[in-house]
T-cell receptor, first 115, second 115 residues
């Protein structure tokens, strides 16, 4: 199983709403990532979790709050978003090894629209 | 700073013709290199990867890529494209260190297939 599953596939939320994006993998990967992708742009790294600990936060606004409850799950909690936060949010996972295979597997993404 | 450059924003190829997409990287040491493909509104699918060893790597869907250290390049090729190859192609790099770092992406190349 080389699948990363993201839910929901589509989400429309108002600027005062609170919602969460979910990501799950069962490949035994110990690194998980959130990327944000605007239209016609490459993915931009937001957060990295390594062994369930936040290791990288790329200066993301606090209205985005990541959580890694266990090694298979990754959440992104959203609160008080702005219309410019509308984008495709991609989750990815990879095995962690200093010299080994570090390819990342991506989910299908959640298309978020903030109204 | 580490960077990945895809000099071609758009490429148009006739169905059945050969394809080459260019990618150059700028890293202190040879990074791990990847090519991903993305269909509209979808996640990223890994086409192939280079970690070390043989500089010509084979991937899925008939794609191959050649790593050239002297040119800091990792160009993607396919001998005969199909209409279903129309998509966005991203070259990406990872420093392969023991820390949990995300991928650095090029800006992408949009591939258009003419009938």
């Amino acid at each position: 199983d080389t699948e990363v599953t993201q839910t929901p596939k589509h989400l429309v939320m108002g600027m005062t709403n609170k919602k969460s994006l979910k990501c799950e993998q069962h490949m035994g990967h110990r690194a998980m990532y959130w990327y944000k992708q605007k239209a016609k742009k490459p993915p931009e790294l937001m957060f990295v979790y390594s062994y369930e600990k936040l290791s990288i936060n790329e200066s993301v606004p606090s209205r985005f709050s990541p959580e890694c409850p266990n090694s298979s799950l990754l959440n992104l909690h959203l609160h008080a978003l702005q219309p410019e936060d509308s984008a495709l949010y991609l989750c990815a996972s990879s095995s962690r090894s200093g010299t080994g295979n570090t390819e990342a597997f991506f989910g299908q993404g959640t298309r978020l629209t903030v109204v | 700073a580490q960077s990945v450059t895809q000099p071609d924003i758009h490429i148009t190829v006739s169905e059945g013709a050969s394809l080459e997409l260019r990618c150059n990287y700028s890293y202190g040491a040879t990074p791990y290199l990847f090519w991903y493909v993305q269909s509209p509104g979808q996640g990223l699918q890994l086409l192939l990867k280079y970690f070390s060893g043989d500089t010509l790597v084979q991937g899925i869907k008939g794609f191959e890529a050649e790593f050239k250290r002297s040119q800091s390049s990792f160009n993607l090729r396919k001998p005969s494209v199909h209409w279903s190859d129309a998509a966005e192609y991203f070259c990406a790099a990872h420093n392969g260190g023991g820390g949990a770092d995300g991928l650095t992406f090029g800006k992408g190349t949009h591939l258009i297939i003419q009938p």
